[in-house]
């Protein structure tokens, strides 16, 4: 086949350094300086050109006769340089990013897919934030009972509070409501006349205030007439026979931790009746609630003396702070070497990944978020589990005392708080193995089996 007259056949050898020296020559003996510093810059797309001619000639078709260039700087005029390739503009477009909604498809996969070592990982977080919990709920709980027993505590002590008031005022009017009987004793009438003449006195005292101050006092006196029957030998004995125990071992705890009991009470009355103690105003019925209200005033007590606060942050003093410290660190290190066990174990799946063009911004992502999820349902079964726990430990020591003072507002925020440290747990351990799942080079981990 002719070729065209002004086709300039190159060798096949030439290389494409040797065309770089070549077409700058070439522009200058047909006329330009300027052409000249152009051709160096369109010698690479020449040389593709210069490809395609040759597999035009082996097909038997001519190529181009003159090749165009549009020289840059001369605006919309374009002059038309011999042997010179068209350069194509590339057009590089935005990489294109996975929906929020596909990355979270992509990681749950993930976990499914590694259940395993899911399990284990959430098994961490559950057990730091359980050991937190448990700490935080009970110094929660003890808190309440506290504030709650002195409260109640003052509720029931209210006529002994009122027999201090007194005591300590010299007013004339009060001794003559007294008429020489002590002040307990005079404080039974203080929804009536002894009332009255303490707010004559000056005392500012309403009368629901005083109905509940007279009730107290008439217990009070109902409660001292049943212990000091306990040390009259014939009261003892029959306790201890009824009981099946030596006199010695009868106190007043004793008769009271019988008296609990409605058939119990019934025989105490009887018997004391019998033996001719003084048995006034008393009925089984008195003698049980007597007893129970005993019983709560000495639980009360023994739980305010038992939540004496020991200080630090979570209440159970600096080594118990520490202790918790010492937990979180070893959340965050499990954490950290579970996932980079992780990133590990997926080295082609995170090199194919970005060979499909995943950005190092979307690994980080996904690894994180793998960790979050991770932490959520670890925070949880910790915050629950701990909680649990915690209500356990004082419900065994304080008994109803936990039930009745139970913090449900304040230990619902804590399980919260808790839930939401397990997240931050999990996603700061995984900024590490995340970081180096992200910069990991596709053909290096392609081929790591």
Same mark, same amino acid.
């Given at each position: ?19 770089r ?76 990013? #996975? ?10 996969n ?26 935080? @709920? ?40 007294l008429?020489?009987?002590? #002040? ?8 009536g ?31 001292r ?17 009824? #009981?099946? #125990?030596?006199?010695?071992?009868? @106190? ?10 409605p ?68 959340c ?5 070497? @579970? ?95 995340s ?15």
């Open positions: 086949m002719a070729l065209p007259p002004d086709h300039v056949p190159r060798p096949r050898h030439v290389a494409e350094p040797l065309l020296l070549l077409v700058p020559h070439r522009l200058a003996r047909e006329g330009g300086g300027d052409e000249v510093r152009r051709g160096r810059d369109l010698s690479a797309g020449q040389a593709a050109h210069d490809r395609a001619d040759r597999r035009r000639h082996a097909r038997g078709r001519a190529p181009d006769a003159h090749r165009a260039c549009l020289l840059p700087g001369h605006g919309r005029a374009a002059q038309t340089l011999p042997g010179a390739a068209i350069v194509k503009t590339i057009e590089v477009k935005d990489q294109p990013v #996975l929906s929020l909604r596909r990355t979270v498809q992509i990681t749950a993930g976990i499914r897919y590694r259940l395993f070592r899911s399990l284990v990982t959430v098994g961490v977080v559950a057990v730091a934030v359980a050991f937190l919990m448990n700490i935080v @709920s009970e110094s929660l709980i003890r808190r309440a009972i506290v504030k709650w027993s002195s409260h109640r505590i003052a509720e029931l002590r209210l006529a002994a509070s009122w027999v201090g008031r007194l005591a300590s005022h010299d007013s004339p009017a009060l001794r003559d409501a008429r020489g009987r002590p #002040l307990m004793e005079a404080l039974a009438e203080a929804d006349a002894f009332g009255d003449a303490i707010r004559a006195a000056g005392f500012a005292l309403d009368p629901q205030t005083g109905r509940r101050v007279a009730e107290q006092a008439r217990r009070n006196l109902h409660a007439a049943v212990e000091r029957s306990v040390a009259t030998p014939q009261m003892r004995q029959a306790v201890a026979a009824y #009981l099946d #125990l030596m006199p010695a071992d009868v @106190s007043i705890g004793t008769l009271w931790h019988l008296l609990r009991r058939r119990a009470a019934a025989w105490y009355l009887a018997k004391q009746k019998e033996t001719g103690g003084d048995a006034a105003g008393l009925t089984a019925e008195r003698l049980v609630e007597l007893a129970r209200a005993e019983a709560e005033e000495s639980a009360l007590a023994h739980a305010e003396r038992m939540t004496v606060a020991t200080g630090g942050i979570t209440g159970g003093g600096q080594r118990m702070d520490w202790l918790v410290i010492a937990s979180l660190l070893v965050v290190v499990g954490i950290s070497n @579970s996932m980079l066990m992780s990133v590990t174990e997926r080295f082609r799946e995170i090199a194919t990944l970005k060979c499909l063009g995943a950005l190092d911004g979307f690994i980080m992502l996904m690894f994180v978020l793998e960790a979050a999820f991770l932490g959520v349902v670890g925070g949880a079964l910790g915050a629950v589990l701990g909680a649990a726990l915690g209500f356990a430990r004082m419900l065994a020591a304080f008994g109803s005392l936990a039930t009745a003072s139970f913090p449900v507002a304040q230990v619902a925020m804590a399980i919260a708080a808790s839930l939401v440290l397990g997240i931050v747990l999990a996603a700061v351990a995984s900024i590490y193995p970081l180096k799942a992200a910069r990991l080079a596709p053909m290096e981990a392609m081929r790591i089996q």
